[in-house]
């Protein structure tokens, strides 16, 4: 009884918090993503056909444009500089590979003092873990998946 | 006689004195609206140190210090220290006040130890049991964001209610007689949830806490909102104040002319960036020792309300999906 009347004084109060709490501008933020992203994106267009132009297949393009990428990402967290474009871009800034070198970056640099096995060892993926762990098991999944479906002969 | 009042406040028949109190802060507080009062700003976050958490015990180590300079006093003639921060097992503690030889109670109140220190330090003097102690308490915007949040050079996007964690340390020596001000009277709150998960809108998470030991306040010592010059909170926030004062309206209470939060007073929101305002055990330390103490101590504010408040979460308990108790003690202080 007590516990009942209890929750329905949290979701009161949950609610009432929800009310008085500011919230970002979603549009505006969306359009900051929608800029940044775009940006980096070209960027990694502007390399892949210079690349292209140096005579380079596609494929040897595509693994500078992600070096180069992730080059600039990581001196920029050395710098303390992405953070600042992530504060503005969001999403933007941290969907591309650029925002995955950032989070790898950024507990190397700030576990450095807890030494090279027990720091840096341990804690470097404490961001970027559950990407690497998912985008593995889903792409193992979606592989299972189209090995069953070329069985069945649908594709 | 005895000094138990009403339901869990204490009202001490010898008030407890603070004799002395020192802040130390770190270079966006000093940028911020109290910065000139601060005892030492220090522009290296580091603070000499080579990581986080020794520098947090440094800045413990210089507040510590500077309040007993200020006092004439040696740590010798300390008699307990009362002391906590925000890292787990409090290491920046344990480490900071290594060299004062001080019979040390290191405690845990979240962003309310400054409130809980004083407490307890007031108690046992005026049971007797000391003739000086020292209540001290400090936070680390690396060390607490490494602890608690992400790496500082992890980008992302704070939300509006979010608060920034303060670099600072506040100490504060009290005794039977002198200085200007006096502890008359406490009340030591409970731990109060009201079920928010969102650990980054702790405003709302301690808002209830807060409610819940000034109501009780009030209750216990039979006052009003106008028997204190201020009522002020340790780190609810522009969020958290808002919530507060409907709370105590809902009870019957308008404390919206006197209310004020540590966490608003210490950084300019316009220019510093710092969403719902500055948090952590430092906040109302600091602001407590810079602000506060000078205003009754001039006489200007002739008894005031201290209530810091804390969010009684951890990293696990987080992850664990569970939500964000929250706690206050308030501390009633007059001039004298």
């Known amino acids: ?155 | 006689m005895t000094q138990m009042m009403g339901q869990q406040s204490i009202q001490f028949d010898k008030a407890v004195h603070i004799i002395s109190a020192a802040s130390v802060v770190g270079k966006k507080e000093g940028e911020g609206p109290l910065g000139n009062q601060f005892d030492l700003v220090c522009e290296d976050p580091m603070f000499g140190e080579k990581n986080w958490e020794t520098a947090e015990s440094t800045i413990q180590k210089e507040a510590a210090q500077t309040a007993l300079g200020k006092a004439k006093l040696l740590p010798t003639q300390i008699r307990y220290l009362f002391a906590g921060d925000l890292l787990g097992q409090l290491i920046a503690t344990s480490f900071g006040v290594q060299d004062m030889n001080i019979p040390l109670f290191g405690i845990y109140g979240a962003c309310s130890t400054c409130g809980e220190s004083l407490t307890l330090g007031a108690m046992t003097i005026n049971a007797g049991y000391a003739d000086r102690v020292m209540a001290l308490t400090s936070s680390h915007f690396a060390s607490a964001e490494k602890e608690f949040r992400f790496p500082l050079e992890y980008g992302n996007q704070r939300p509006l209610a979010a608060t920034w964690t303060v670099t600072g340390s506040g100490a504060f020596v009290l005794a039977e007689n002198g200085g200007h001000a006096r502890i008359s009277g406490v009340t030591p709150g409970k731990v109060v949830d009201f079920g928010v998960k969102d650990s980054l809108n702790m405003g709302a998470c301690m808002a209830p806490a807060a409610c819940d030991t000034i109501y009780q306040n009030f209750m216990d010592f039979n006052r009003q909102p106008e028997d204190y010059d201020k009522i002020i909170t340790g780190d609810l926030g522009y969020v958290g104040q808002t919530i507060l004062v409907d709370l105590l309206k809902e009870k019957g209470f308008d404390i919206s002319k006197v209310h004020m939060d540590c966490g608003i007073e210490i950084y300019d929101r316009e220019t510093q960036d710092t969403h719902s305002g500055g948090s952590g055990c430092g906040c109302s330390a600091v602001t407590l020792a810079a602000m506060i103490l000078p205003k009754l101590e001039k006489g200007s504010w002739k008894r005031i309300l201290f209530v810091p408040t804390g969010a009684l979460l951890s990293p696990v308990s987080a992850h664990e999906g569970e939500t964000v108790p929250g706690i206050a003690h308030g501390v009633v202080i007059e001039h004298c």
């Open chain 1, 1 to 155: 009884m007590a516990d009942v009347s209890k929750e329905r004084k949290n979701k009161e109060y949950n609610d009432y918090v929800k009310q008085v709490t500011p919230t970002h501008n979603l549009p505006l933020n969306m359009a900051k993503a929608f800029l940044i992203g775009g940006i980096i994106c070209v960027i990694g267009q502007f390399i892949m056909n210079y690349c292209g132009k140096l005579g380079l297949d596609k494929e040897t393009s595509g693994g500078w444009c992600s070096l180069i990428l992730i080059l600039i990402a990581v001196i920029l967290t050395g710098f303390n500089i992405y953070p600042k474009i992530v504060k503005f871009g969001g999403a933007g800034a941290l969907v591309p590979i650029t925002g995955f070198a950032n989070s790898v970056a950024a507990p190397a640099i700030e576990f450095q003092k807890e030494g090279q096995v027990f720091g840096i060892g341990c804690k470097i993926f404490t961001i970027a873990g559950p990407v690497i762990l998912y985008g593995i098991f889903t792409s193992w999944a979606l592989g299972f998946i189209y090995w069953i479906l070329k069985i069945c002969g649908v594709v």
